[in-house]
């Protein structure tokens, strides 16, 4: 099979926003510009191992399932670090500069001290699980109900804000995304739930929208998708119960879609060939393709197709040229027509998978917990290319980051850089 080099996903010809898309390497937000999870490298690495093709692997002090961000030489993450050896109970809420050449600490700054007191901290989630945001020379990360704060990318603080409270269950997960000059979050807890936006200048709340579903379990991790659809700007937003797709500028809703009892969604939406992709959650996940046309409760009408099987709970999904790839959390791949759902092709990788995959250099790379990463070729035959190991014993739940063409890859405890 002739492996396509240059596919460009249906997402970044869709128009899907993207204020934050560019042919630039910079990889800006989870899942990189435009959080679709696309690379414009030419020359990833196909192979390697704990000894081969690894520039560098360096400690994480604390920690964290954030996924790096990049650019101008620099990657920036998260961590939270225990404050006096109590793992269990206070955390120093950190941003973290590292050099890419040689991955040496550039800074590392305390934003916030989070009290241990009340936090229900899941098995798979960490302190600081929300990716930052990057543009220019600003830098924004998000903790959740502890805060949400500006620094310069030379580790300045511009502002910060605790306002957004709300019960957290199993910690927070959304990462933040950027429009315009509001800086969007997903505020989904165990007492209530909502949307905001803050001012991506001074860290006040522009806007804040209340959550409609009713459902037993209101606690979800999502992160929005930016899309703009007949000119008008939409952030996706899932939540427990239904997607809803706000106007970024003003929390006004525009549609929504009701998924009954889904809870603690986690996966990023992805828009590709004029369709949205959400996963309904737990506890049986199914995935929605939804036209964006709509206006208002657009469950009956606006619904293209969906499917109950396979369908990730924590990996977003992923979409190069007229397919929908995605990984389930035990391991199974597949291989959907995004137009009409019918199934190319199923394959199970092994293991267990948290990390959205990503699409790069002609290949798609899916992550597990274990470091292991599978490399196929995009197709709808299943094409295998290559699994790759690292020797770490550690989890690896943070998705890939890429900067010119290597790898970043976030361990429990390490940072790897990996390049031909």
């Not at 954030?66 to 955390?91: E, H």
């Amino acid at each position: 099979m002739m492996t396509p080099k240059h596919y460009l996903p249906v997402a970044l010809l869709a128009g899907s926003i993207v204020a934050s898309v560019s042919l630039a390497e910079d990889w800006t937000e989870f899942r990189g510009p435009g959080g679709q999870g696309y690379s414009s490298a030419d020359s990833l690495p196909l192979s390697w191992s704990e000894t081969e093709h690894i520039a560098w692997k360096v400690p994480i002090d604390g920690d964290g399932w954030s996924s790096p961000v990049v650019a101008d030489g620099r990657i920036y993450l998260t961590t939270a670090a225990p404050i006096d050896g109590d793992a269990d109970k206070t955390r120093s809420l950190r941003a973290v500069c590292i050099d890419a050449d040689d991955g040496q600490v550039q800074w590392n700054k305390e934003v916030f001290i989070q009290s241990g007191d009340g936090v229900q901290m899941h098995k798979k989630n960490s302190h600081a699980s929300a990716t930052p945001v990057l543009r220019n020379d600003r830098l924004y990360v998000h903790f959740g109900p502890s805060g949400t704060a500006c620094l310069t990318t030379d580790g300045e603080l511009i502002w910060k804000t605790d306002r957004l409270n709300f019960k957290p269950v199993h910690g927070n997960g959304g990462s933040p995304v950027l429009y315009n000059e509001t800086l969007i979050v997903t505020c989904d807890g165990g007492d209530q739930q909502f949307v905001a936006g803050i001012s991506a200048a001074s860290g006040d709340v522009k806007w804040k929208t209340d959550r409609r579903a009713e459902v037993k379990k209101g606690f979800s991790f999502s992160t929005p998708t930016l899309i703009e659809v007949d000119g008008q700007p939409q952030a996706i937003c899932p939540g427990s119960g239904a997607v809803v797709a706000y106007d970024p500028e003003t929390g006004a809703e525009i549609w929504s879609v009701d998924y009954d009892e889904g809870y603690s969604v986690v996966p990023r939406p992805i828009y590709a060939c004029g369709l949205v992709f959400v996963s309904s959650g737990y506890d049986s996940a199914s995935l929605y393709a939804i036209d964006p046309t709509g206006r208002g409760d657009v469950t009956d009408s606006h619904v293209r197709w969906t499917l109950d099987r396979g369908v990730p709970k924590t990996p977003s999904m992923l979409a190069v040229g007229d397919e929908l790839y995605f990984v389930d959390d035990g391991g199974v791949a597949s291989c959907v027509d995004a137009r009409t759902g019918k199934l190319h092709w199923k394959e199970r990788l092994g293991g267990k998978y948290s990390a959205s995959p990503f699409y790069g250099d002609g290949r798609i790379y899916f992550q597990s917990e274990t470091g292991t990463t599978t490399v196929i070729a995009p197709g709808k035959e299943y094409n295998e290319l290559a699994t790759n190991a690292i020797g770490d014993s550690d989890r690896t739940f943070a998705s890939f980051a890429v900067i010119d063409d290597a790898i970043l890859l976030r361990s429990e405890t390490h940072l790897y850089r990996i390049e031909e």
